[in-house]
């Protein structure tokens, strides 16, 4: 039986690359993922990625689109897909005597649906439901609009969704051209966490993906370069106040990022001891909810801080925000507390391994990073040989002036 943790690799004929990670227990999480998203669509095309996504569940050559919702639901598994700025996801969590249907159903889905025509249109305002959704919810819909003004005129500055016209303007030859032009299979990976043996897996892989042709396809991401800061108010008709300060980082493969992770974990990641939260929310009771973020895509970055005040108390707590990014850029961390950053930082990431499928989703699209994937234990390693200076370093370039930008949605 291969030992639990290690990661086995293996690239088919056709260009798949497919990655398995064995783990006792009931439970086994698939995935398979196209290095293609939201950046790889034209102008004209803005949310045709996150259309397919939803199309893809609509009917195949051989299944009905109740049938597919049904495969895995009726013996107790979830099927579930997602959309992100520069890829797309299919993924599925079941019990481990179901992985041949779970391969099967997900082959199934990649490469033989039909995106019938009736269903392409009640998806429509499906989609325009959920971009209206997002318009009902300031919370979620100033993270869309500080990333489209932080990366305003590029591809990475757009919606994830589209926009309501264009949605409805798509046709079947649309999404036909659109995955001719950029799905292909190098830029797939299918990965696996669960009891399964690796050529075992590796063996039912071959058997239902490897008739599929090999295809490439040419990228159209262009570089990204640095624009002026920017302060964005808009007035609304809110209870509270929402506000992003942020700007640019580092990109997924930089030898910064994990000096940007722990940084960005000690301002104001998911631990109620993060200074934001301890200062603003705890010490002056002004914000219920204030986060600090680290977005790492393949040649960009971004950082951000959200909160949602009260409209009288926003001011105060911009200023009391500010002079936290003031401390971490004039203050070294002493050895006490660099050794808790990184305690903290590690055992965040250990706790977060115990979700399989969180696991397997980062596993995944690590293997489109020049890096690859790296055991825990040497991310472990990483976070340990972190230096005080490192972080005082990250702090005074990402925090400069010129690199600070402010959306605020002012409530009334």
């Known amino acids: ?43 004209n095309e803005n949310g045709l990625a996150h259309f397919i996504e939803h199309l893809l569940f609509k009917g195949t050559k051989k299944r009905k689109a109740f049938h597919i919702l049904s495969c895995l639901e009726n013996v107790g598994g979830e099927l579930n897909a997602y959309t992100t700025k520069e890829e797309t996801c299919i993924h599925a969590s079941f019990l481990k005597e ?21 269903e392409l249109e009640k998806e429509k305002e499906v989609i325009i439901d959920e971009i209206n ?9 100033i993270f869309d609009e500080f990333e489209n003004n932080l990366y305003r005129g590029h591809e990475m500055g757009r919606n994830i969704l589209g926009t309501v016209d264009l949605v409805n303007s798509y046709s079947r030859n649309d999404i036909i051209r659109f995955l001719r032009n950029n799905y292909s299979t190098d830029k797939m990976v299918i990965a696996t966490i669960g009891d399964i043996p690796f050529n075992k897996f590796k063996n039912k892989i071959i058997s239902h993906f490897s008739d599929f042709q090999k295809k490439t396809t040419v990228s159209h991401r262009t570089t990204f370069s640095k624009l002026p800061v920017f302060n964005k108010i808009e007035e609304r008709n809110n209870h509270l106040s929402h506000c992003i300060i942020g700007g640019l980082a580092y990109h997924i493969d930089s030898a910064k990022k994990m000096q940007m992770v722990l940084l960005n974990n000690i301002l104001g990641g998911p631990g109620m001891n993060s200074r934001l939260n301890l200062n603003i929310r705890e010490k002056y009771g002004f914000a219920y909810t204030i986060e600090s ?34 401390k971490l850029k004039n203050n070294k961390l002493g050895s006490i ?28 699209r690590a293997a489109f990073t020049k890096e690859g994937i790296e055991p825990l234990s040497e991310t472990v390693k990483k976070i340990r040989n972190l230096k005080s200076d490192d972080i005082l370093d990250v702090a005074n370039e990402i925090f400069s002036d010129d690199n600070i930008n402010l959306m605020i949605y002012k409530g009334l």
């Not at 992985?99 to 019938?116: E, G, H, M, V, W």
């Not at 959704?133 to 819909?141: F, M």
Request: charged share 20%.
């Open 98 to 118: 179901y992985y041949n249907k779970a391969i099967d159903l997900i082959s199934d889905i990649a490469f033989n649906s039909t995106y019938p025509a009736n």
């Open 133 to 141: 959704s997002y318009r009902d919810s300031p919370a979620e819909e």
């Open 337 to 364: 507390q660099l050794s808790n950053a990184q305690n903290q930082l590690v055992g965040q990431l250990a706790l977060s391994c115990e979700s399989g499928l969180g696991e397997l989703l980062s596993m995944t």
């Open 1 to 43: 039986m291969p030992e639990e943790g290690i990661i086995s690799e293996y690239i088919l004929p056709n260009g798949i690359k497919i990655i398995h990670r064995h783990r006792p227990g009931a439970i086994a999480h698939l995935s398979l993922m196209v290095s293609t998203g939201m950046r790889d669509e034209l102008s």
């Open 293 to 326: 973020q680290y977005n790492a895509y393949s040649d960009t970055g971004n950082y951000s801080i959200y909160m949602g005040v009260d409209p009288q108390s926003l001011d105060k707590a911009i200023d009391l925000v500010f002079k936290e990014l003031n």
